[in-house]
Every structure is written in C-alpha cells, then in structure tokens.
C-alpha cells in the first residue's frame, strides 16, 4: 500500500462513494461513480444485522436514509432487505442496501477498500474479510483503543490497518502492538498540531506509513482538519485548502468531491513540471 504513495502523487478516497440524485450513498452504484469521478480508494460503512450480515451502511443514519426509527443491528436480513433508501428529493429510490460480500467481489480487482465504521463488530469483521481473502484490498480502520489493538494483534490477521490518531501519544500506543499498520488517518484541529509537524510527517514516511487526511465536511461541529475542507476549496480556492493538505505532505485526501479534486491534482502537478 505505501508503495502506491511513493511517485509522490496524492491519491483519493471517495466518502461513503460518490453519491446524490438517485445515487445512494454506500451502494454499489455510489461506488461505481466514485471509480468513474476518479476515485482511488472506496471508503464505506458497514453494519452487523441481527442475523449476522454485513450491509454497507453508515449506523445512526437509519431514520434519514432508510425512513425507521430502529437500529439495523436489531433487524434481521430479511427485514433489510425489504427497507428501500430515500434518494436526495427525499423521495423512495427504489433502491436497497447492499450487503457487503456483493460489495467485494464488485469492486476486486477495481479498487482499494477502506472499511471504515465497523469496530463495534470488530471480532466478526475481522473474521469476515479474512474468510473473503481481502488481505490485498481491504484497509481496515478504527479509533485508537487498546481493546480494539489486542483483538486485531490477537487475531493474528494480516489485514492492512490504519488506526484513526488525534495525538502523537495514540500513535505510539498503535506501535505497541503487533498489527499490520501501513497507515495513518491524522485528525487536528489545527496547523500547529504536534501531529503534522514537518518531523512528524516524515518520520511517517520514513516508516513507510502513508498518511490519511480528511477534506469532508461533515459540519458546523466537526473539525477534522483544521479547517480545511471540500467546502472551502470550493467555495474559497482549491490552494487554500485542498493545496495546504497536500503541501503538508498527505498521501490520501478523502473528498465528497473526488472528480474536482482529480482534475485540481492533474493541474497543479503540470503546473509543477510533474505528469
């Protein structure tokens, strides 16, 4: 995987897939699109049914996407099954969730897969992508928890992992453990943080770790990376946001926006002599 950041181009994660209109996020056709805007890397969601399935599906979201007030975890798979997702015009879309085997063999062979939202079933997960053979294409991703470290070192699974660090001290209890770590997703809320500091960044890079940093904009709360986000860059200029990310040396930008970002990447490294 780091490997793939080494030509010193920055590589995108599509959010949730590229989605909007009747394209719903999390599904097979919101990934496809991603791949077709210029997408690198797929991040998805996923969730455990009562049955024990696994849908694509970021949790929490139940009432907005799929119109119920219940958990999917408390639901079985064919209670799933049946739900249809509410499109952008807050309309029935005729489509359903997908669950995450489809997923795998849809996008083998076409695209990195970073799993993000699935710690709460940490044990089946691992278990699960171990059984499809994802070894090679699958990131999995999680807080810094030393349960969540234990299980994964205990596991004795090679899955590619990439914890999700909020401080120099979370990244140096990931160290402690024996997990496949081929990168880090930094979240700061500003640039003076300890954690994208020049020695910072490159002690990274001289470990062969790529670095993940999110441009999403999830909000008026969030703050993921000091403040420099897809809203930004396109409402104020792709330097002074998507341009700082990238000069601070990250390696992938997770976007909502991935054929804006591609196109900004393509200009900027002609602009630099780099093709």
Same mark, same amino acid.
Request: charged fraction near 20%; charge should be negative.
């Given at each position: 995987?780091?490997?793939?950041?080494?030509?010193?181009?920055?590589?995108?994660?599509?959010?949730?897939?590229?989605?909007?209109?009747?394209?719903?996020?999390?599904?097979?056709?919101?990934?496809?699109?991603?791949?077709?805007?210029?997408? =690198?890397?797929?991040?998805? =969601?996923?969730?455990?049914s009562?049955?024990?399935?696994?849908y694509?599906?970021?949790?929490? %979201?139940?009432?907005?996407?799929?119109?119920?007030?219940?958990? +999917?975890?408390?639901?079985?798979?064919?209670?799933?099954?049946?739900?249809?997702?509410?499109?952008?015009?807050?309309?029935?879309?005729?489509?359903?969730?997908?669950? &995450?085997?489809?997923?795998?063999?849809?996008?083998?062979?076409?695209?990195?897969?970073?799993?993000?939202?699935?710690?709460?079933?940490?044990?089946?997960?691992?278990?699960?992508? =171990?059984k499809?053979?994802?070894h090679?294409?699958?990131?999995?991703?999680?807080?810094?928890?030393?349960?969540? +470290?234990?299980?994964?070192?205990?596991?004795?699974?090679n899955?590619? %992992?990439?914890?999700?660090?909020?401080?120099?001290?979370? %990244?140096? &209890?990931?160290?402690? %453990?024996?997990?496949?770590?081929?990168?880090v997703?930094?979240?700061?809320?500003?640039?003076?943080?300890?954690?994208?500091?020049?020695?910072?960044?490159?002690h990274?890079?001289d470990?062969?770790?790529?670095?993940?940093?999110?441009?999403?904009?999830?909000g008026?709360?969030y703050?993921?990376?000091?403040?420099?986000?897809?809203?930004?860059?396109?409402?104020?200029?792709?330097?002074?946001?998507?341009?700082?990310?990238? =000069?601070?040396?990250?390696?992938?930008?997770q976007?909502?926006?991935p054929?804006?970002?591609?196109?900004?990447?393509?200009?900027?490294?002609?602009?630099?002599?780099?093709?």
């Amino acid at each position: 995987m780091f490997e793939m950041c080494q030509n010193g181009q920055t590589r995108i994660a599509a959010h949730r897939g590229t989605f909007g209109g009747n394209i719903i996020q999390n599904t097979i056709a919101a990934f496809d699109n991603a791949l077709l805007h210029g997408a =690198d890397i797929i991040e998805l =969601d996923v969730v455990l049914s009562k049955d024990g399935v696994f849908y694509i599906f970021h949790d929490g %979201y139940e009432k907005e996407v799929l119109g119920i007030d219940q958990h +999917l975890k408390h639901l079985t798979s064919a209670q799933i099954d049946q739900l249809v997702c509410t499109n952008a015009f807050e309309q029935a879309s005729g489509v359903g969730l997908s669950r &995450l085997e489809d997923v795998l063999e849809h996008l083998r062979g076409r695209a990195l897969i970073n799993v993000d939202r699935s710690w709460h079933d940490w044990k089946e997960i691992i278990a699960f992508l =171990d059984k499809h053979q994802a070894h090679d294409f699958c990131m999995l991703k999680s807080p810094v928890h030393p349960q969540l +470290l234990e299980h994964l070192a205990a596991s004795k699974s090679n899955l590619m %992992y990439v914890p999700i660090v909020k401080s120099v001290e979370e %990244y140096h &209890l990931v160290r402690e %453990y024996d997990v496949n770590l081929v990168g880090v997703e930094l979240i700061f809320g500003s640039l003076e943080d300890a954690l994208v500091q020049p020695t910072m960044m490159k002690h990274f890079k001289d470990s062969q770790l790529f670095t993940w940093v999110n441009a999403i904009d999830l909000g008026k709360k969030y703050n993921l990376s000091a403040h420099l986000t897809d809203t930004g860059a396109i409402t104020e200029g792709f330097d002074q946001h998507w341009g700082k990310l990238i =000069d601070l040396g990250f390696d992938i930008l997770q976007t909502d926006w991935p054929m804006l970002l591609r196109s900004y990447i393509l200009t900027r490294n002609k602009g630099k002599g780099n093709v």
